[in-house]
């Protein structure tokens, strides 16, 4: 069982059909990054099998995007730095390719970790689109170079709406899951919200760990650091002005077990975010 309830409601299913045709509207206005992709959810059911409820959603295998032509290679992010069950002794597929001297290592800073950082900014800033792209549910398309060609989405069911950030940027297509999982300003905790999905979700559940697998080198992680900051700073300095905390500080919540019963949980006050 996991610390968190993944059962899909009616209402997760209505939210993944509608985020898809809103991300497809997405690709096709080309605000976005070239690299955003994801597995579109256009269908789903809710039904009772001898007194048990089940549900699910039809996922397309096929990654949609704006150019999935270079696509050789498809993986889960966390397998760059996870380790592979059937061969424990191993080194990660990150320390491989850096190995066979790919130009990766430190080089992710501007190979992978930017490219990330620039799609999920642009999907947010943009088009009001916020996902929770920690490493277990968005995956990298590389081409037989492996090269970044294609950053995936999936679990889009999870995908937060942003009403403001859609209003400020003139979109007047409706959003037809509203209000289930739609965020405003003047909400409870709006500003945090960002910071928890950007500064605690894709930190420390991928930028962090990816970091400790290339080295033990800190001056390198930190230049790592300090160059996507800067990338973040210099091209979308005015989105986080405007959406983000004002007093400067990161949020995230404690690491407790999760209910649906639970309808708001404390955001604990950081120093110091890292990324911005």
């Known amino acids: 069982m996991g610390r968190v309830d993944k059962s899909l409601s009616e209402q997760d299913i209505i939210n993944s059909v ?29 039904g009772i099998l001898e007194n048990s409820i089940f549900s699910f959603t039809v996922r397309d295998i096929q990654p949609y995007g704006k150019d999935n032509t270079d696509i050789s290679y498809i993986i889960p ?47 947010l800033f943009n088009e009001g689109l916020q996902h929770e792209m920690h490493s277990q549910i968005f995956l990298l398309g590389f081409n037989k170079r492996w090269e970044l060609s294609a950053i995936i989405l999936r679990d889009i069911e999870s ?35 960002h910071s928890f999905m950007f500064d605690h979700k894709i930190y420390d559940f991928f930028i962090s760990p990816l970091l400790n697998k290339i080295g033990k080198d800190e001056t390198e992680k930190r230049k790592c650091l300090s160059t996507v900051s800067a990338f ?29 019963a639970v309808k708001r949980r404390l955001f604990l006050e950081c120093d110091n975010p890292v990324l911005r």
């Not at 592979?84 to 002794?89: K, M, N, T």
């Not at 973040?232 to 209910?259: A, L, M, T």
Request: hydrophobic letters at 35%.
């Open 18 to 46: 509608d985020v898809t045709s809103l991300l497809k509207r997405a690709v096709a206005r080309g605000k976005v990054s070239s690299l955003l992709s994801f597995f579109p959810e256009e269908s789903g059911r809710v």
């Open 77 to 123: 992010a966390f397998s760059l730095y996870g380790q592979d069950y059937l061969a424990p002794y191993d080194d990660t597929l990150l320390s491989q390719l850096i190995e066979q001297k790919k130009d990766v290592g430190i080089h992710y800073t501007e190979h992978i970790l930017i490219p990330i950082i620039d799609c999920y900014l642009s999907l």
């Open 159 to 193: 995908i937060q709406k942003d009403m403001t950030i859609r209003s400020d940027q003139q979109i007047e297509e409706p959003v037809n899951s509203y209000p289930n999982r739609c965020l405003w300003r003047g909400q409870i905790n709006y500003e945090e919200k």
């Open 232 to 260: 973040v700073q210099e091209k979308y300095h005015d989105q986080i002005r405007e959406y983000f905390p004002k007093n400067g500080k990161w949020y995230k919540f404690d690491d407790v077990i999760v209910s649906r």
